[in-house]
């Protein structure tokens, strides 16, 4: 057993996972799991540089982790920055901060090892399953990207696009510094005319319509599933592995944009911090699944977080 810390800090949220790797099994043991909102990615598609107050809330997480990590005795920490920090003119300021707080260099990775990162965290325990065709096509919908990466045991095809639920929300449902409530049929129609797009391009490396199984990460995908399942709080347990049928995601995305902001955040297992984007990430969502086919979701809430640890574990 070897005890590591994950940290994987992208546009939306901030997360952590300590936990006891065997190399030997695969298992993976969680110590401590845990994520804070904190919008690093906040005006980046509109500015390109990442705002002190964002910089602040995301420091304020970082110190809170390095306790955690420091109370836990991880041997190794390894600190992986996703998309906002990939496109902004500053990042030199936060990597700065990171390295101050928990003494390593966050890694600005590239949107391909991103996508290697959270197939291997969300197949590493699917391949065993009889239940589940091959090859298996990971989408994992960020704040400011969304991945794509189809295998079987391995990785065979990676591409990373620039849709995720807090671009889309900036870019379209603005209007006058204040988010459209609900949004008009004019701004959905341009989020789904961007993802069109950004599915055109990543058709041009990864072969969607051969995925067999769709295995959805991240926090949209998550509450969707919450949603569906009838949750009155969040349950890990229960949204892990559920299959969640496409005519159900969409039943829940023509909800979710035509609610008010009230509405959405009266969600019993809404997080507060999703209120304002899970609309525009509800639809990156039903845009894939109707793109790729698929009849259903296989949820999984092990993804780039659980890569990044195995990745210290070998």
Request: charged letters at 25%.
């Given at each position: 057993m070897k005890r590591v810390a994950a940290i994987d800090c992208g546009t939306n949220s901030i997360?952590?996972?300590?936990?006891?790797?065997?190399?030997?099994?695969?298992e993976l043991k969680d110590l401590d799991r845990r994520m804070q909102i904190v919008r690093l990615g906040q005006g980046v598609d509109r500015t390109g540089r990442l705002t002190p107050e964002a910089l602040e809330r995301t420091f304020a997480a970082c110190r809170e982790y390095a306790a955690v990590i420091k109370?836990?005795?991880?041997?190794?920490?390894?600190?992986?920055?996703?998309?906002?920090?990939r496109d902004a003119e500053n990042r030199d300021d936060f990597v700065r901060g990171v390295v101050d707080i928990l003494g390593v260099e966050p890694e600005v990775i590239t949107g391909d090892q991103e996508a290697e990162f959270?197939?291997?965290?969300?197949?590493?325990?699917?391949?065993?399953?009889?239940?589940?065709?091959?090859?298996?096509?990971?989408v994992d919908i960020g704040g400011g990207s969304t991945e794509f990466v189809l295998g079987e045991a391995s990785v065979r095809a990676a591409r990373s696009v620039d849709v995720g639920c807090v671009r889309m929300t900036e870019r379209h449902l603005v209007h006058g510094g204040e988010i459209s409530d609900p949004p008009s049929p004019g701004q959905i129609a341009a989020i789904k005319a961007d993802v069109a797009s950004a599915l055109d391009?990543?058709?041009?490396?990864?072969?969607?319509?051969?995925?067999a199984t769709l295995v959805g990460l991240a926090g949209s995908v998550t509450t969707v599933a919450a949603i569906?399942?009838?949750?009155?709080?969040?349950?890990?347990?229960?949204?892990?592995?559920?299959?969640?049928?496409?005519?159900?995601?969409?039943?829940?995305?023509?909800?979710?944009?035509?609610?008010?902001?009230a509405e959405r955040a009266a969600i019993p297992v809404m997080?507060?911090?999703?209120?304002?984007?899970?609309?525009?990430?509800?639809?990156?969502?039903?845009?894939?699944?109707?793109?790729?086919?698929?009849?259903?979701v296989v949820v999984s809430e092990h993804?780039?977080?659980?890569?990044?640890?195995?990745?210290?574990a070998g």
């Open positions: 997360r952590l996972l300590v936990a006891d790797a065997d190399p030997a099994t695969g109370g836990l005795g991880a041997e190794q920490v390894r600190f992986v920055a996703t998309s906002a920090s959270s197939f291997n965290g969300a197949t590493k325990e699917l391949t065993g399953r009889a239940d589940l065709e091959r090859p298996f096509l990971v391009q990543a058709e041009e490396t990864v072969p969607l319509r051969e995925a569906a399942l009838g949750l009155n709080q969040y349950d890990s347990e229960a949204i892990h592995h559920s299959r969640i049928p496409v005519a159900k995601v969409r039943e829940i995305t023509d909800r979710l944009v035509s609610s008010t902001h997080h507060p911090g999703r209120v304002d984007v899970i609309a525009a990430g509800a639809l990156v969502l039903l845009s894939i699944m109707e793109r790729v086919g698929a009849g259903e993804d780039i977080l659980d890569g990044i640890a195995w990745s210290l």
